[in-house]
């Protein structure tokens, strides 16, 4: 398949899960089953789909981290067992390590606590030319906080400042930063990774029946799930309000990985062909020197 076509495809199956205006987004509209037109017996030209979509993935980060100028950041969101890590394994395989760099945050520490929400993740944005993942990121200050208030108490913020406005204070928080981000040259990406309950709970299983997983499984994961429907307002009213032309969310489908996994590669396809990525260009000077450079080395056959 042609680079054009490839690309033209990606966009096409991205667009279909991405939200860049929230106002009207609904989470009930997002069937977590969905495989758009693609149907399981499918799933072999699926599987090698992904493979272009690598090696695509592979030359285009090539020349992000050649031409120095843009980084990118990909944030993963979703409830346990929705397969973030498996996303972020198979779509980055192909990836050169010197140009990706992955955080997962777990639960703030004391440090953590002692400085402003967005610190931690500040600390571990990506650098010109590089690839960021977070697996999880600030989005879980309008998340597990929202649904555990008591996880707020412990940040110790005035008193004055905890108002029934904070989540809508944070949202608006976060719009800033991302477009602040992006005015400085980053490409910011969000993923939230749908996931049924059933199929969640299927997961949970293969966890606890199957011993090559047992380590996967935490009593936490088990305790979360009976806050599920507050989980899903909580991830409704973020992606209506922090969805933006800059930073869009993509409410991408998670009960059958291997269509995941499709279209986490070509909404990041997407997002680099949408800046002009080249090989740097020599000018006289450097070509000029290179070709002295040749001719030296000649002279030592």
């Known amino acids: 398949m042609s680079k054009k076509a490839l ?4 966009h096409k199956l991205a667009e279909r899960y991405c939200v860049s205006n929230g ?6 509209d997002i069937d977590p089953d969905d495989t758009a037109w693609l149907k399981e017996e499918q799933k072999p ?3 090698k789909a992904l493979a272009e979509g690598v090696d695509a993935l592979a030359e285009l980060q090539e020349k992000l981290y050649a031409q120095d100028r843009w980084s990118v950041l990909l944030i993963f969101q979703a409830m346990d067992a929705a397969g973030k890590d498996g ?5 980055m395989s192909g990836i050169n390590p010197q140009g990706c760099q992955v955080f997962s945050f777990k639960a703030p520490t004391s440090e953590d606590l002692d400085h402003d929400y967005l610190w931690r993740c500040m600390k571990c944005l990506p650098e010109r030319g590089r690839i960021g993942i977070f697996n999880r990121s600030y989005y879980e200050e309008t998340l597990v906080v929202r649904v555990h208030p008591e996880y707020l108490a412990k940040q110790r913020l005035p008193e004055e400042l905890v108002t029934k406005h904070i989540w809508e204070d ?4 976060i719009r800033n930063f991302e477009k602040y981000l992006t005015r400085n040259g980053v490409i910011v990406r969000k993923f939230f990774l ?5 199929e969640q709970l299927n997961r949970f299983m293969s966890r606890l029946d199957e011993p090559s997983k047992n380590w996967k499984f935490s009593s936490a994961d088990a305790h979360e799930r009976g806050f599920w429907d507050d989980y899903m307002a909580a991830y409704e009213d973020l992606i209506r309000h922090t969805s933006t032309d800059e930073a869009p969310w993509y409410v991408v489908p998670a009960d059958n990985k291997w269509f995941t996994r499709i279209v986490v590669a070509a909404a990041v396809i997407e997002a680099l062909s949408s800046v002009d990525l080249h090989y740097p260009k020599v000018d006289a000077a450097k070509r000029k020197e290179l070709e002295e450079v040749r001719k030296a080395l000649l002279e030592t056959k």
């Open 7 to 10: 690309h033209e495809r990606a």
């Open 23 to 28: 106002k009207k987004f609904r989470l009930k």
């Open 45 to 47: 030209d699926a599987v």
């Open 87 to 91: 996303a972020i394994k198979h779509v």
């Open 170 to 173: 944070r949202f608006e928080d």
């Open 194 to 198: 749908h996931v049924s309950k059933k």
